[in-house]
């Protein structure tokens, strides 16, 4: 059964307004996943980690972030990610006004 799509959008810099944060299910192999953010005014960041355990004492902040999968990135943009994360954020950076910007993710499996 695939999994489900994951939608969450924010408002404004991340640094004020958070980072949406989906987990995928690092159990499906092999790991396919496609991240796409929509919006516009911002300058976005698509970043993973490994450092999600699964436990409900995660810290975002104490996490390790990449952002080998989209940097600088502007208006609207997708990404496929084949190797195995346990978290993916959108990490909105810069926006001349404060815009509305979201991340949408789906997971083969």
Known sequence: ?????FVASITG???TAGFPTWF???AIRPFSASVA???SSATFNIEG????????TFNSSN???FSSFGSALVSTNAVAITTP???VRLNVTAGSSPATTTM???QAG
């Not at 059964?1 to 799509?5: E, Q």
Request: net charge negative; charged share 10%; hydrophobic share 40%.
């Open 13 to 15: 810099l991340s640094s």
């Open 85 to 87: 994360l346990t978290a």
């Open 24 to 26: 995928p299910d690092t």
């Open 63 to 65: 996490a390790v972030w």
């Open 1 to 5: 059964m695939p999994s489900g799509r």
């Open 37 to 39: 953010i929509t919006g």
């Open 49 to 56: 980690t490994l450092d999600f355990t699964g436990s409900s």
């Open 104 to 106: 949408t993710a789906v």
